[in-house]
């Protein structure tokens, strides 16, 4: 056996997970445990002056991280990539990235041509349900759904102990789904009105906006002294106990729970997990979505088992990247898949 080989690092498999964010990029080293080794680390996504990401720019932030990850394990490391829209998990190639504004882009190839190492790529929701799964709360659950509130509103559906892709990859949705196409904004997908324009940071941020304009919100208007309110300051104003900011999240966790009781109604879930910035932003933002949800359910053994909880990991999209690659290699219950 020659040294590397006795290495512990070698005892146990290695991905290097890469979540592809609208913003920034983070990168970890996570086991077939799901254990972290060292640190996630982020990074801003490089972006061209057309407003489109640089690809080959984003490999080149890739680079060092790939280079550490085979100096760990002593050998190469498969890549489990997590990106913010639309890849087909077989190719890798990026069909519609709106963030990004890829269209189209051969980023698997890419990807391969660069570092020549074995890769799994899907969309972030779907990740972030898989690591759920194999790692996480909804470890041994058949049938649960993921929601992520953050700069978007989405999620994904894991029925029946598997991932649940749908006819062309897009089930999961829900929060494409119109609410008001008459007064509502136009959202990011082309449409109108959808609960994503109601509940998301940006749509809170609008809100908390709205309220310091039309002078409501003291307190809103000395968080922004005079710049733009955040949903992060809309958070901070509740917790000071400003009404605008109180009614401003509490229609948002209204809108929220109508939605999601539409997916447990249709399809019998018995928990959502939840992720995303808006969802971290306060301790009590899923306590309070698991007690208004209540009254929206049909049935009372959705009103008596349904758990709503905060997501497992730091990033389970990331983490979901690295269970994607052992779920590929067989080290995973491949079944989670579909
Ligand atoms: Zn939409």
């Known amino acids: 056996m020659t040294e590397t080989e006795n290495a512990p690092s070698m005892s146990v498999p290695l991905a290097l997970a890469i979540d592809v964010g609208g913003t920034n990029a983070r990168f970890a080293l996570i086991d077939s445990a799901g254990r972290l080794h060292g640190d996630m680390v982020r990074q801003p996504v490089p972006f061209l002056p057309d407003g489109s990401a640089d690809a080959a720019a984003l490999l080149d932030l890739f680079a060092p991280h790939v280079a550490h990850a085979q ?71 058949r049938n649960f759904a993921w929601a992520t509130v953050g700069t978007g509103y989405g999620g994904y559906l894991f029925l029946d102990g598997k991932l649940y892709p749908g006819a062309h990859g897009f ?46 919100s003291p307190a809103l208007a000395e968080m922004a002294a005079g710049g733009p309110v955040s949903a992060h300051m809309v958070f901070q104003a509740v917790e000071a106990g400003d009404p605008a900011a109180v009614h401003i999240i509490d229609e948002v966790i209204r809108l929220i729970c109508i939605n999601l009781s539409g997916v447990v109604n249709l399809l019998d879930v018995s928990m959502i997990v939840m992720g995303g910035g808006v969802v971290q932003a306060a301790p009590w933002f899923v306590e309070r979505i698991s007690a208004r949800i209540r ?4 049935t009372a053994e959705a009103k008596r088992d349904l758990h709503i909880v905060r997501e497992s990991f730091p990033n389970s999209a990331l983490w979901g990247a690295a269970a994607s690659v052992f779920a590929a290699q067989g080290i995973l219950d491949p079944t989670a898949l579909g």
Request: proline share 5%.
């Open 171 to 216: 089930a999961g949705n829900f929060g494409h789904v119109a609410w008001d196409e008459i007064n509502g904004y136009k959202c990011g997908c082309g449409q109108w009105g959808c609960f994503e324009t109601f509940v998301a940071g940006p749509a809170i941020a609008r809100a908390g906006q709205f309220a310091v304009d039309k002078k409501r």
């Open 295 to 298: 009254p929206y359910l049909m």
């Open 71 to 141: 100096a760990v394990a002593g050998g190469p490391v498969p890549i489990g990539l997590s990106m913010c829209g639309n890849i087909d998990t077989e190719t890798g190639e990026a069909v519609l990235i709106a963030n990004l504004r890829w269209y189209n882009v051969p980023f698997g190839h890419m990807l391969h041509e660069r570092f020549g190492l074995p890769f799994c790529a899907a969309t972030d929701v779907r990740q972030a349900a898989l690591a759920e799964a194999v790692w996480g709360v909804a470890r041994g659950v």
